[in-house]
C-alpha cells in the first residue's frame, strides 16, 4: 500500500516542479510592464530631445545641467555616508568625473555642430563597438569571433546611415554641411568613446572594490558639477532665462 500511495504522489509532485519551473522561467508581469515603461521612457525622450535640439539649438548644455543637479538632489540623503566612508578611492572617483563630463560636454558640441538626430543615436546606440574596441585595446579582454562580426556589422550600419544623412541635408551648402556633419560626428564618436573606457573602468573597479553604485553615482555629479558650470554654465542660465521669459500660453503652444 506504501509503494501504491508513493506511485501516485510521484508524478503528482513531477507535475507541480514542472509547474513551478515554468512559472520560474516566465518573467514577473511587473517585469514585462517596468521594461515597457522603461522602452517607452526612452522613445518619449529622445524624441523631445530631438525637437528640442531643433528648435533651441544650445539647449543641450542647460539639460546637462539640470540632469546634473537632480541625480546630485537624489544622492543628498546618503552624501554624509560615502564622504565619511569611501568604499572606492578618491583617484578613481575623479576619472569617472572626467569621464562624465567629457562624454556630456563632446556630446552636447556634436549636437549644436548641426549633426543629424538619426545618426546621433545611431553613433550613440553603437556603444557595443566602442565597448569591444575599448575593452580588448585598453583593457585586455578577449571576445569571440561572432562578437566581431556583430562589430563589423554595426560599423557598416552605421556608414550607411551617414550616408542617407547626407543626401537627405540637400537643401544646406555641400561644403559647408559635410564639414560640419564631420565634425559633430567625430565629437559623437569620441563621446561614445569616453562612455565607454568609463563603463569598462567602472565594471574593473567594481569588481575589485564591490558594487558601490550609489557611491560612484554621488561622486561623479558632486564632483562634476562646479566644472560643467564653469565650463557652460553662462550658456545654459541664459537659455533658461530665455524660457522662464516666456508667457505660459506660449510656452504651452510650444
Known sequence: VRMGAIDEVAP????RGEMAADTAARPPARVVGCFLLV??????TNVAFELLARDEPGCASLLSLLQY???LCGTLPVASTHVRSSKIPLRLHVAFTALMLATSLLGNASVDYKLPFPLYLIIKSSNLVANLLVGSLL???????AQWLAVLAMTAGVVLSTLVSRRADADADAAGSAASMAVGAALCVLSTLCMSVLGCLQEVTFARYGQHHDEALFYIHALGLIPLLYLSGAPALARLRGW???PPSVAFSL
Do not use: D
Not at 39 to 44: D, H, I, P, T
Open 39 to 44: 522602452l517607452a521612457s526612452g522613445v518619449g
Open 69 to 71: 543637479t537632480f541625480a
Open 139 to 145: 583593457f585586455r579582454k578577449t571576445y569571440a569571433r
Open 244 to 246: 522662464l521669459a516666456y
Open 12 to 15: 503528482e509532485s513531477e507535475a
